[in-house]
Each structure stands twice: as C-alpha cells, then as structure tokens.
C-alpha cells in the first residue's frame, strides 16, 4: 500500500485518515489492489538501469574499441584489465544490469501479447530460465577466472 | 472542392466482415470531415451510421480515426486533411455497426478508478474553496471529455484489455491533484496495479490523439512518480 505523504490544510483531512473512515467496500469498478509494488519497483528499477547501463556500455566501448583496437585485445589484456576487482565488478555489473534491464522489458512484451496462458507459462519459463543461466555462467567466469591456471600459458 | 471518401462499414446483420465503401462528395476546404459525413448520410446513403451530439468538439461523441489517426470528426477541417480521407472506428472496440463502437469497456474502465469528488468533511455552507495554484495543479486534466481518441491510439490497449488506459489515467489525475479531494491513496493504490499506470510504455500515441492538447503522457507520468514517492502535492 503507498503510503502518501499530506502537507494540506487542516480543514483537509489526509488521504490516508479519509480512506480509513471509509467502509472497505468498493464503491464501483474493479477489484481493490492486492499485489504490492512490484511493478512499481521494476519500472523504477528500468529507469536506474538505464542510466548506468548508458555510462558503463559507452565506458565499454570506449576502453575496447576507441582507446585500444581489437588488434591489441586478446588473453593477456583480459588477463591484465580483470587483475583489478574494479574491472571484475565493473563487467560484472554490467551483466547483470544489461541481462535483467533486457529480460525485464522482455517480461513486460509477453505481458502485453502473449495471452494463451499455456504459452504465457511458457514464455515466462524460458524467460527466468535464460536469466538464471546466464547470470551464473557469466558470475562464474567473472569471478573465478585465474590467468595463471589457464591451460596451455 | 470534390474530396473523396473511404468508409469502413460494417452491418453485422448483413455483412460477414467491415468493407470500405467510397464516396465523392462536394464540400468547402474549411468545412470539417463530419460536415462531409453529414452530406454522405444525407443525400447519397442514410444507412451511413456515426455518433455525432454537439459537433462542435465538446461533448467526444465523434471519435474516429481518420486517415489513420484518432480524430474528432467536428473539430478537423477538410483543408488539413486533403482530398482522399479514409475514415475507420476506433480500434480496439468491438464495432456495433459503422462508425459506432461499444465504448462500455472504455466507461468501466473510467468508472474504476473513483472520477468523482470524495470529501467525508461536513460540506461548508458555500463552495469548497481553492487557491488559484492548487487549481492550476490538475487544471489540464479537467479538459478531457472523455471521448476515448487516447485509449483507443494505446497500442497497448489493442492487445491487453486489461489496460485501464490513458483516459481513465487522467481523470484519476485530475482528483488525485485536487487539494479538495481526499481519496489519493485509493485512486494511487487502483493505479498501482498490474493493469493500472505501469501498462503505460510512454508511447505518447495518447498525446499526439488528444484533440483537447492534454499532456495525457506527462499525466501518466507524474502519477508513478506519485506512487514512488508518495507525494501528491
């Protein structure tokens, strides 16, 4: 339930003291809200996203293909660029932000279009399994990856 | 000036499914297209079927999407349409018969989200009174009459029906803004919900159709950031 903050007059009651004076049944229309602030969260969650996943991409793009060109990127620049936990963490936000920011949008267009509820549950499964995977197999390569153990150097 | 005229038909008694019927018919450059449906019922079909009431841009009734966009039939001239005009019901409506749309879903929804005054104050003996600037807070959401151009423009509403729409959207603004009005957080807390103002993509197809020029996506807009900080002054 949203909490509303009133700085009105004192002949003005707020709102949150006249809903509670108010009998509980809905006077008309559709049922009373139940199910928290879920949307709300996601689509505050798209807003920061997007600004940070527009500073960290063209951070991105700069270091890769503007500063060094991909004649100069190969194992030993990886290996050198994620020695630093700020790099790591740095590609390592970025997945995540970017993964979540595009499957949430994805969530938002099965939503809108996909009403069969047997292919809704189906588009939902592959949409939570595709984000759970590829979270773990991109956290896992962030975080253990060991220049040293690598076969073959 | 000869213009001519497509018109989606439909009599679900007779016909299978709408068809476009064309018709050329004389009128002035500053006429408006309703002037031009006008001479088609009147003198060259009278089963043409349209809603019309006040036609002069008031009361919403003729609502209709015009060259492929939503249009109010009274208020747009012929000379800003040019020659060939396609005319098509609102989409998104089940179709009665012509023009005529079953606007019942488009009602419930305005209906859901509390458009009216809620004060449980005693009621002063003259009017309840409000400062020029807490007027001006929702004075553009007061303009809308409800004739349905924003929600049917929706392309959200042309798949989920259970979109409130932008319409209803902001005449929940118009009372949730009115420092008379006591009832913000029920109206926020209806708007918060799967099918209330996070079905808005800011499309901005609603503001481009509003043929009052109410900022209807901004409206929508102020409202989540209502939800998220729970202000509404």
């Not at chain 1, 499957?103 to 009403?115: C, H, K, S, W």
């Not at chain 2, 000036?1 to 018919?25: G, S, T």
């Not at chain 2, 509003?210 to 409206?219: D, F, K, L, M, S």
Request: aromatic share 10%; charged share 25%; proline share 5%.
């Amino acid at each position: 339930m949203v909490q509303i903050r009133t700085d009105r007059g004192s002949d003005r009651a707020s709102a949150a003291t006249g809903a509670q004076r108010r009998p509980a049944v809905p006077r008309v229309g559709r049922e009373r809200p139940n199910s928290g602030n879920f949307e709300l969260y996601s689509w505050y969650f798209f807003r920061i996203s997007g600004l940070l996943l527009i500073l960290l991409a063209i951070t991105h793009v700069v270091i890769m293909h503007v500063v060094n060109t991909v004649d100069e990127i190969d194992f030993d620049f990886v290996a050198d660029r994620w020695s630093s936990p700020f790099w790591r963490s740095f590609d390592w936000l970025m997945l995540v932000l970017a993964l979540l920011h595009g499957l949430n949008g994805a969530r938002i267009a099965i939503d809108d279009y996909v009403r069969p509820r047997g292919w809704r549950i189906f588009a939902y499964s592959v949409l939570w399994s595709v984000a759970i995977i590829f979270l773990i197999i991109g956290s896992i390569a962030i975080v253990t990856f060991n220049p040293a153990a690598a076969v073959g150097r | 000036m000869q213009v001519h005229l497509r018109i989606q038909r439909y009599n679900p008694e007779v016909d299978a499914k709408p068809y476009f019927a064309e018709y050329d018919v004389e009128v002035e450059p500053t006429d408006r297209v309703l002037d031009a449906l006008n001479l088609v019922k009147w003198y060259h079909d009278g089963t043409l079927t349209y809603r019309r009431s006040c036609a002069h841009g008031v009361c919403g009734s003729d609502a209709m999407r015009i060259n492929g966009r939503n249009r109010l039939a009274c208020k747009l001239l012929i000379r800003d349409v040019g020659t060939n005009i396609t005319i098509e019901p609102l989409i998104g409506f089940r179709i009665i018969r012509d023009l005529v749309v079953d606007m019942e879903p488009f009602f419930e929804a305005y209906k859901s989200v509390l458009p009216f005054l809620i004060n449980d104050d005693p009621a002063p003996v003259g009017e309840r009174l409000q400062s020029p600037e807490d007027r001006q807070r929702f004075d553009d959401t007061t303009k809308c009459i409800l004739c349905a151009c924003c929600t049917s423009s929706c392309p959200i509403t042309w798949t989920n029906d259970e979109f409130v729409g932008p319409a209803a959207i902001v005449n929940a603004h118009r009372f949730i803004y009115d420092s008379r009005d006591q009832a913000a957080a029920e109206r926020l807390a209806i708007l918060n919900q799967k099918s209330g103002v996070w079905r808005c993509r800011t499309v901005f197809n609603c503001t481009e159709a509003c043929p009052r020029g109410i900022q209807v996506t901004r409206a929508i807009e102020e409202v989540k950031r209502s939800l998220l900080t729970g202000d509404v002054s």
